[in-house]
């Protein structure tokens, strides 16, 4: 069975600092995606980055960071920087070679001045 | 601009009302699916549909149903709401395949009394 676990239900990171959020996957799929989203207080799902599976570069999109360890199954996000306005919800998600995307239970990360 | 819309955005109703959700995307995308999140487990599937008469039941399908008679909208219909369905609902919609970007809709915010 396929399986997500984010193991950090909230986070604090200064304002400017980076910050690491942690993404472990389980999956007997040869191939699949990686995702993570962003859920701000207004309650939207943002998509930030996705790395697929046989991708041999560490996705990256502006601040957004994927550091994927596929022999570990991690593919934890890092934020560089952070800016207050990161405060959110961010949710991990893999899908495989079905048709269903997984998502793990989220971390809440707070950014302070 | 590409998007998924859902419809009505928040909604208070009462126990063994019927109602619908309506969520219509502007992709053309093939793939379309309900979630529900709540507190803690992330975002479930409800349902999801491959194309036009195809759907095929989620992780949490009990109490809910679906129909896909055109490519664009999949609503969401529950025929005898609960208090246990109080939660926030997500549409979504994407091309298909294992590392295409799931496009969300903005929530719908359901209080069953």
């Known amino acids: 069975a396929q399986k997500i676990t984010q193991t950090q239900p909230g986070m604090f990171v200064q304002e400017k600092e980076a910050v690491t959020l942690d993404c472990t996957y389980d999956?007997?799929?040869?191939?699949?995606?990686l995702f993570w989203y962003k859920q701000p207080s207004s309650g939207e799902m943002i998509f930030l980055i996705y790395?697929?599976?046989?991708?041999?570069q560490n996705a990256t999109e502006g601040r957004y960071s994927l550091n994927f360890q596929k022999a570990r199954k991690s593919a934890n996000l890092v934020i560089s920087a952070s800016q207050l306005g990161d405060s959110a919800m961010y949710f991990c998600?893999?899908?495989?070679?079905?048709?269903?995307?997984?998502f793990g239970t989220g971390t809440r990360l707070q950014v302070f001045p | 601009e590409a998007q998924v819309t859902q419809n009505p955005r928040y909604l208070i109703t009462v126990t063994g009302k019927k109602l619908t959700v309506t969520c219509s995307q502007n992709?053309?995308?093939?793939?379309m699916s309900w979630y529900r999140q709540d507190p803690g487990l992330g975002l479930r599937q409800i349902y999801y549909?491959?194309?036009?008469?195809?759907?095929d039941k989620g992780d949490v399908p009990e109490g809910y149903k679906v129909s896909r008679k055109e490519k664009r909208n999949f609503p969401l219909i529950l025929e005898s709401p609960s208090p246990n369905q109080t939660s926030l609902y997500f549409c979504?919609?994407?091309?298909?395949?294992?590392?295409?970007?799931?496009?969300f809709g903005p929530g719908t915010r359901l209080t069953v009394l």
């Open positions: 999956t007997s799929d040869p191939s699949y995606g």
């Open positions: 992709m053309n995308h093939e793939y």
């Open positions: 790395q697929g599976s046989y991708d041999q």
């Open positions: 979504a919609s994407w091309g298909g395949g294992a590392l295409d970007e799931q496009f």
């Open positions: 998600a893999m899908r495989g070679l079905t048709d269903k995307l997984i």
């Open positions: 549909s491959m194309n036009v008469e195809v759907t």
